[in-house]
């Protein structure tokens, strides 16, 4: 199948600094990218979709100000968390799709711990 | 806002035995996907059932989906260790957002 490849597979960073997490599309034009975050024992849940080229759209409870969403090619999207709170320490996974009806293949995720 | 049930949450079966997930959703939708996830990693793609009555099988897993009962079930078939983990289904909503179950932690015991 096609492949996501996202980095860094996890990151330590310090309360107040900013982090950058890539996706990266290695085959296939992600028309749609999916940024999701995860807590311990928990579901995925979905913070942002972003297509190529437009803004994001956030889902409710998402500070667009604080997790900024850059889609500025058919395969990259980054996710920019900033000034960092240790409440913002979770796995956060991008998935990107190819249009409707097609599947949705998932980034290997990232491990932030903010300290 | 789309809403995604598991159920059970939490399973713990003995090798060989028989189970059965089921993943109701709240609104329409015709694209259901069936992922697995180990601890501390990312998803695996398991099933992309794309119409009502559509049945999958790999392996000892089968998933089916009832678009009118808004319903999928994965089946999981004389279970072994090696399943165990947790399953997420996730339904897809017209603005083409994936929208993730609470997930079934699976674990089988010799």
């Known amino acids: 199948g096609a492949v996501v490849s996202q980095h860094p597979s996890w990151v330590i960073c310090k309360s107040g600094t900013s982090v950058k997490i890539e996706c990266r599309s290695l085959?296939?034009?992600?028309?749609?990218m999916f940024w999701y975050r995860q807590f311990p024992k928990q579901s995925l849940m979905l913070m942002a979709t972003?297509?190529?080229?437009?803004?994001?759209?956030?889902e409710q409870g998402v500070e667009k100000d604080k997790f900024l969403i850059n889609h500025a090619s058919l395969t990259l999207s980054t996710l920019t968390v900033t000034s960092a709170h240790p409440e913002d320490s979770s796995f956060y996974i991008c998935s990107g799709t190819g249009g409707l009806n097609t599947e949705a293949f998932f980034g290997q995720g990232t491990r932030l711990t903010v300290v | 806002e789309l809403k995604v049930e598991q159920n059970p949450l939490f399973l713990s079966m003995q090798e060989g035995k028989n189970y059965t997930i089921y993943c109701n959703y709240s609104?329409?939708?015709?694209?259901l996907y069936w992922y697995r996830q180990d601890p501390g990693k990312s998803l695996e793609s398991l099933f992309v059932l794309l119409s009502n009555g559509a049945v999958k099988q790999e392996g000892r897993l089968m998933a089916s989906l009832d678009t009118k009962a808004r319903l999928s079930t994965l089946h999981i078939t004389a279970a072994v260790h090696d399943l165990s983990a947790t399953y997420f289904c996730?339904?897809?909503?017209?603005?083409?957002?994936?929208?993730f179950g609470t997930g079934t932690s699976l674990t089988v015991i010799p």
């Open positions: 609104t329409t939708s015709d694209r």
């Open positions: 996730a339904v897809l909503n017209t603005g083409n957002q994936f929208y």
């Open positions: 085959d296939f034009q992600a028309t749609t």
């Open positions: 972003s297509n190529e080229g437009s803004k994001a759209t956030y």
